[in-house]
């Protein structure tokens, strides 16, 4: 960073929930190709395993991520608190999935209903979710988890104190906008999710208004080129939008999120309102 520390500039951060298996896999490719690093957010507890015909990425290769210079965050130990979004997803799912068979849809969905069945460490109370998942992580990569994902995206004031109090320096939503350190909320951040229907077009706009306003742009993956899934992104568009973002360097950085928090503490003055949890304001949507 050669910026004066008070006059820090936009920022790109790049993450993908969940971390599918070949998906992670490939957001890691796509963003290595492109000397771009993103934020990998992990359930903890679904690491090298695979759940009811869902795999998910193993240590090593988030070992590997790690020393890339990718941060590993968490998404919860077993995304336990919100069967509400599972249960939506499997819906979608199983509306979508129709047409490869009854078996394969009722597998999908089960798989999604059923993720907590399958796990020993069943219903998990909601700390436990967070700070389970941030031990075992730290354990694995022996480096400190800092950013957390909510499961579901939308929290409690309540999860948001015990992201903070677990000692996440962030927490991120799906909460749609923009981060501005003006209105710092690091245990709300917002993003924008690519999902089916994001063209390259679409995600150039935002890069290209987190330039002329000075905003945090967090944008969020959960999938490439997976057929039916409404959060699944194109690859093509994907790879489109990564040379747009590299066409900007010198324009907006490109940090982790615990690097953008790190940025925006140091500028804070002291005593700024970390603490407090005032009424969203959606004035950066
Ligand atoms: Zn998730």
Redesign the pocket.
Known sequence: MTRHSLDAGPVITLTV??CWKTHAHSFNQAFDSTSLRGVF?V?AGFVGREVNGFEFVEWDALRQMSKQGHEIGS??FM?GR?ML??RTKAVQLFRLVRSKGLARSVRLTRALLGLAEEYPGTHLRPEEEVAMSKGVIEKELGRPCKSY?Y???EPTPELMNLARDTGYTSARTIRPGFNNSRHFEPYRLRCQVWDAWTTARIADKWVDKAINQNLWLIEVF?AMNLRHYPYSCSESALKEHLSHIRSKQGEIDNLTVSETIEQIQGNLPSGSPFKQFPEASDQFN
């Open positions: 929930d969940d957010y359930i998404h919860s995304h919100s979004d599972l994902s499961p579901g995206g959960h």
